[in-house]
């Protein structure tokens, strides 16, 4: 479902992405981890099209997200770590709004709206103001807006940040039914636990290079550490580091 071949990105000098290749297949759960700077966010933001690669190709779904954006795009889903909602429009015109983007019949969009709506605890707010959300609510509010459409491929930039435990499991529980149901996921996250929780495969980027790929048992094997913790601090610990 996504297809990465060859993706290079260049900031100047500074070679972000060194020349990854990667295959997700459909209804797989993929968390993508490295540390800060080693181009997680760089790669998602060329997979979703916003930003193009200095060489390279990416495929999702069978469209190249360069030649054909626009239909590429329709059937992604995309959450990123800070992302933006207009401050004053409702929660309501939120939703209708995304749904009006992506061509959503009004029919389909209010029987959505009710079943999202439901599901993040968001039908007391739909009069509420943008601006008067709280972070949780608001993260609410942008998984809502991006399963409106159905989108085939779901990538989420730190899919957990700044929100309370029952938010957490709802979201991995969601997550974990979307794949089963065949949407693939395409996650980066700092917490390792949830690349272990719900990863089918894990991929760990450093300095640019895809460095290790697999399941969490294939990576023990061929890299030693009892935990995806050990795996990860033995690949991307710098030089003189303890």
Known sequence: MIEIQALHKYYGSVHAVRGINLSVPKGEVFCFLGPNGAGKTTTIKILTGLM???SGRVRVGGLDVQTS???????MGYIPDMPFLYERMTVEEVFRFTGDLYGVASGETEQALMRYFDLF????HRDVLVHDLSHGMRQRLIY??????DPAVLFVDEPLIGLDPYTIRLIKDLLREKARGGITVFLTTHILALAEDIGDRIGIIRDGDLCALGTLDELRRRHGGRTLEDVFL?????????
């Not at 954006?69 to 059937?75: M, S």
């Not at 809502?144 to 459409?149: E, K, R, S």
């Open 52 to 54: 193009r690669p200095s």
């Open 69 to 75: 954006p626009l239909e590429a795009k329709r059937i």
């Open 234 to 242: 033995g690949l991307t610990r710098p030089e003189g580091r303890p």
């Open 121 to 124: 605890a968001l039908l007391e």
């Open 144 to 149: 809502a807006c991006t399963f409106l459409h």
